[in-house]
């Protein structure tokens, strides 16, 4: 079947601009995870959803960011007024009950 | 603070040798130990999970081996093919509350099997 999508896989954008992210999960998957990966570093957790609701957002590293699940399956990551340390690559990580998570191919953001 | 730490951060292991990545974790709460293979310009992707009731794991050419008391879990690849070349990841986690299982990853070793 169909593996965790993401839209753009590729995004330039100028410091100041807003983005937003998408992640198709993989249908039927109650958990979905965003996660941030610079380069040569491990992904960090960013934020979760357990269908619609957003359980945690401890991640998030400042109030420019946001995340939606309004209908339990798409989910948009939303970085407003971009700057330049926000260039990183963004998975999405969806699953069922319990730990296992999986990931998307990722959108790599570069801000101007 | 870094929860979870893994070396090397690079391998070069002949074809048919043995890969050995180590990692070390700070949270006893962690019961939860995956790792992940990424190749390039792909996600990570789950190859193998333990939980700490157990010492060892093994899925084909690929083992985990947990010491509870040390803190520690490491990967072994027996027999390396140079289609094991990628980027592995250990990772960590638990149930953070609501279902969530949030991995703390470490920053990677990349392998490269050379024939």
């Known amino acids: 079947g169909a593996g965790v999508s993401q839209s753009p896989r590729y995004k330039v954008t100028k410091r100041g601009q807003d983005v937003a992210l998408r992640c198709d999960p993989i249908?039927?998957?109650?958990?979905l995870y965003w996660y941030r990966q610079a380069l040569g570093q491990g992904p960090e957790f960013l934020t979760y959803?357990?269908?619609?609701?957003?359980?945690?957002k401890s991640g998030l590293p400042n109030d420019r960011f946001s995340a939606e699940r309004p209908e339990g399956s798409i989910s948009t990551l939303t970085i407003q007024r971009t700057e330049q340390r926000d260039s990183a690559m963004y998975r999405c990580?969806?699953?069922?009950?319990?730990?296992?998570?999986?990931f998307g191919p990722g959108t790599r953001l570069l801000v101007l | 603070q870094q929860q979870v730490k893994q070396s090397p951060q690079s391998l070069i292991v002949q074809k048919g040798g043995i890969s050995i990545i180590n990692c070390a974790y700070e949270n006893t709460a962690f019961d939860y130990f995956p790792w992940y293979q990424q190749f390039p310009g792909k996600g990570p992707a789950l190859l193998i999970a333990i939980r700490p009731d157990v010492s060892e794991k093994k899925e084909g050419r690929f083992t985990i081996s947990f010491n509870k008391s040390a803190k520690q879990f490491s990967l072994h690849i027996m027999d390396s093919q140079p289609g094991d070349s990628a980027t592995y990841f250990c990772a960590a986690s638990t149930d953070s509350g609501a279902g969530s299982y949030q991995l703390t990853f470490g920053k990677g070793t990349k392998l490269s099997v050379i024939p």
């Open positions: 959803f357990n269908y619609e609701a957003q359980q945690d």
């Open positions: 990580a969806s699953g069922g009950y319990g730990e296992t998570q999986y």
């Open positions: 249908s039927g998957h109650v958990s």
